[in-house]
């Protein structure tokens, strides 16, 4: 963890209220006019992941897997705003850069990034999704991983720079569409007309904005509707994706059986419990967007949690530290969406595969210390 000293000088002519960038310190203007300066000296290399997805795709979901792995529950700032998008644990800082929000034309987003990244404390906007507006500014300190979430996190190539590792969730159309009316009808009482024509409506900034960043990620999670059961759109049982792509640094991907072969794979039998339709793996290399990847597909969903060892036994480069940690993981967090299908268990093997990644950054970037100290 970065370690942190302040401490503060007077300012007499200074009437800032915005934070003033620096290459090694943090300037804050308070409005009483004494100028604290936030200096991080830092132990651990802080690593950097960013996760990109439309709204209402589950990124929230995939946090609270994500930080789990890592222990601690993640929470807002301590005596900070009660509505604030970060969410703190021991290891890990989420913070939404969707609270740069349209205002981020001076490349303030990249600079707030990039400081944390070297060490350095900032201070981040609060975007208020109630008002509208942009609430008082939140101070937040370089933490071991950083997780950057919202719409674009990868769209602005300087940040995607920045980024250790990338993930994006990809909601097929048809899916997106039968969650919506299910959420909107079935509990918010919208009418079908109006749930379309607000889908309709942000397709265009979707498409020119949100979609084209799956092209730079890592690894996408795509989820599609099931072929297990012809005619479906109720999007109920899915078919989910996990693209990985090949030659990434510090990651292997995931695979079924044996690396580099085609495999279909129908578990259902004596080792897995298995009601209608079934569930149906496949795993092979492909490519996407000019890519190499490998692929691992789950069609169908868990009937018992606790089975799914019989799966977890069967693939490799999980990144698991002992036999059955996805299951744990699984069975921990029985009661969030996705956790008896593939965008559970997907989510979940990459949050250990970005444990592991941080694991191998930190190694190397002790190695040098060490042999300084040596």
Excluded at 286 to 307: C, I, K, N
């Amino acid at each position: 963890m970065a370690v942190c000293s302040a401490y503060t000088i007077q300012s007499l002519n200074s009437t800032k209220t915005h934070l003033g960038f620096r290459q090694k310190q943090v300037i804050l203007y308070t409005p009483i006019k004494k100028q604290s300066t936030i200096t991080c000296s830092v132990s651990d290399k802080t690593v950097v992941i960013g996760l990109a997805a439309d709204s209402g795709c589950g990124k929230s979901t995939f946090m609270r897997r994500l930080t789990s792995v890592f222990g601690g529950a993640a929470e807002p700032p301590r005596g900070g705003n009660p509505d604030s998008n970060t969410l703190i644990s021991d290891t890990t800082t989420v913070i939404c850069l969707d609270d740069y929000h349209s205002l981020d034309r001076t490349g303030r987003k990249e600079k707030g990034v990039k400081a944390l990244k070297e060490g350095v404390a900032v201070e981040k906007p609060i975007y208020n999704h109630v008002t509208g507006l942009l609430d008082p500014p939140e101070l937040i300190k370089p933490p071991k991983i950083l997780v950057i979430e919202g719409l674009h996190p990868m769209y602005d190539a300087r940040v995607r720079d920045l980024l250790d590792f990338s993930i994006y969730l990809d909601i097929s159309n048809e899916v997106k569409f039968a969650w919506k009316i299910q959420r909107d009808m079935a509990e918010r009482g919208h009418s079908l007309e109006s749930i379309k024509a607000s889908i309709e409506a942000r397709k265009p900034d979707f498409d020119a904005y949100i979609d084209p960043q799956k092209q730079y990620a890592d690894a996408v999670i795509e989820v599609l509707p099931t072929q297990l059961i012809p005619g479906d759109n109720e999007g109920k049982v899915l078919r989910v994706k996990l693209i990985m792509k090949e030659g990434t640094k510090y990651f292997s991907p995931v695979y079924l059986f044996d690396e580099g072969s085609t495999i279909t794979w129908i578990p259902c039998g004596r080792k897995l419990t298995c009601s209608y339709p079934g569930i149906k793996f496949s795993y092979g290399p492909d490519t996407y967007y000019g890519h190499e990847v490998s692929v691992l597909e789950m069609d169908g969903q868990f009937d018992r949690l606790d089975e799914l060892i019989y799966v977890e036994s069967h693939l490799s480069n999980i990144s698991t530290k002992f036999y059955g940690e996805v299951t744990q993981q699984m069975l921990k967090h029985a009661d969030f969406p996705g956790s008896n299908n593939g965008t559970g268990l997907f989510q979940t093997i990459i949050g250990l595969k970005i444990r592991d990644l941080y694991e191998i950054i930190a190694s190397k970037a002790a190695t040098p210390l060490q042999a300084t100290k040596a």
